[in-house]
Structure formats: C-alpha cells, structure tokens
Nanobody, 115 residues
C-alpha cells in the first residue's frame, strides 16, 4: 500500500508558475513509475506528465516546454514544475504511482489559473 499526498496547488495568474509536490509513503518509491494527471470540470482525467523508475519522462503535448516532472528517490517525492501557466491548465491535479498492476492515487490538489 502506498499513500500519496500532494501539495503546492493554489491560485496563480496566467503566465505565472507553480510547483506541485507529491510525497509517497513506503520504502519502494524508487521502483514505482510516477505521474501527474489532471481533471478539469466536465472533462476526463488526463495524463499531464510521467516519470519512469529509470528516470525517463513523457509529457502531454499541451504542456511540453512548460511543465517539468522530476523525482527525488531519497525523499520519496515527485515534483511538477509548471511555468507559463494558462487558464486551460486549471484543474485538480492528481499524483499517481504504478507498479505492474498496482495503481495508487493521491487525493488531488486544485490549481486555478486566472486570466
């Protein structure tokens, strides 16, 4: 069982920056593939960025060049640095951990980008 706790959401003006953190419990963090998803009102949850246990990353086209995902295995934490934020980035952001068939989710953190 892995517990994920997100932090760092909030309100920011368009063009601004915000950093999210996700802290994971347990001792196996380093072997989990981690990701950030988001869900806007009335829309399906979508992948924003992912980082594999080996460090390779993947991004949604809509955030490439603006968002950066990283992980610190010593701190059991995955980060999402969001720059040049747009109103369409407004959503609840969820942290995700995967290992084979095991999938865990955080409770989500609200990010609101004002125009």
């Amino acid at each position: 069982q892995v517990q994920l706790v997100e932090s760092g959401g909030g309100l920011v003006q368009a063009g601004g920056s915000l950093g999210l953190s996700c802290s994971a419990s347990g001792s196996m963090f380093r072997i989990y593939d981690m990701g950030w998803y988001r869900q806007a009102p009335g829309k399906e949850r979508e992948l924003v960025a992912a980082i594999a246990s080996g460090g390779s990353t993947d991004y949604a086209d809509s955030v490439k060049g603006r968002f950066t995902i990283s992980r610190d295995n010593a701190k059991n934490t995955v980060y999402l640095q969001m720059n040049s934020l747009k109103p369409e980035d407004t959503a609840v952001y969820y942290c995700n951990a995967k290992l084979n068939f095991l999938v865990y989710w955080g409770q989500g953190t609200q990010v609101t980008v004002a125009s």
